[in-house]
């Protein structure tokens, strides 16, 4: 199982950014997609999270920032709006993946996006 990142790069203030995460491999489910964030000597950070449709996002995103997933595409996507300085970090997609019908929750992280928000 992998999950490949995409969509990061530099934005100016105030600028827009969609990632994308895609689910590969021999794969049964996915309960849980969710995005986190990593800045430099800082721990990784939740930013948004999908378990069955339900949605929770980090207080400092709210409103800004929208979680999705296409299931049949096995892919999560994180719409980014009025991006600012403070959300420069490294963002890495999550998912916990049952492979086969009986086996357990494992948890993935892809590689990593970095995303820059600079004029």
């Known amino acids: 199982v992998q999950l490949q990142a995409s969509g990061g790069g530099l934005v100016q203030p105030g600028g827009s950014l969609r990632l994308s995460c895609a689910a590969s491999g021999s794969i049964f489910s996915i309960p849980t997609m969710g995005w986190y964030r990593q800045v430099p000597g800082a721990q990784r950070e939740l930013v948004a999270i999908?378990?069955?449709?339900?949605?929770n996002y980090a207080d400092s995103v709210k409103g800004r920032f929208t979680i999705s997933r296409d299931n049949a595409k096995k892919t999560v996507y994180l719409q980014m709006n009025s991006l600012t300085s403070e959300d420069t970090a490294i963002y890495y997609c999550?998912?916990?993946?049952?492979?086969?019908?009986?086996?357990?929750?494992?948890?993935?992280w892809g590689q990593g996006t970095l995303v820059t928000v600079s004029s």
């Open positions: 999908n378990t069955g449709g339900s949605t």
């Open positions: 999550n998912a916990f993946i049952k492979t086969l019908p009986i086996s357990p929750l494992v948890q993935h």
